[in-house]
């Protein structure tokens, strides 16, 4: 089972690899997200899991049977997206909330 958001984000912060304020972005974009796919493609996303980048970005990770999608949030900027559903889609991500997600 994966841990909540908010426990994996204290582990990242523990290991110093991202800064606080990454983190806080990368909560706010991952649950603003999840809101947007289940809005836009009809799926409602588990909890992901979370991986610290070299660059100090936060990667998102959603794997299943059906999908599977991965979220980049970088310390500053849009977050990007890619996503594969028995078809390839992705595109950048921001928090207006205005756009929709699309599949390419």
Not at 45 to 60: F, M, N, Q, V
């Given at each position: ?6 426990e994996q984000i ?95």
């Amino acid at each position: 089972m994966v841990e909540s958001l908010e426990e994996q984000i204290v582990k990242l912060l523990s290991m110093k690899v991202p800064e606080r304020e990454t983190a806080n972005r990368a909560v706010t974009y991952i649950k603003t997200f999840q809101k947007a796919v289940s809005r836009d493609w009809k799926i409602v996303l588990d909890t992901p899991k979370l991986e610290p980048c070299l660059d100090g970005s936060i990667s998102a990770h959603w794997k299943t049977e059906v999908y599977e999608i991965l979220l980049n949030v970088p310390t500053d900027g849009p977050a990007h997206y890619s996503a594969d559903f028995r078809e390839r889609c992705e595109g950048d991500y921001d928090l207006t909330g205005n756009r929709k997600l699309t599949r390419v």
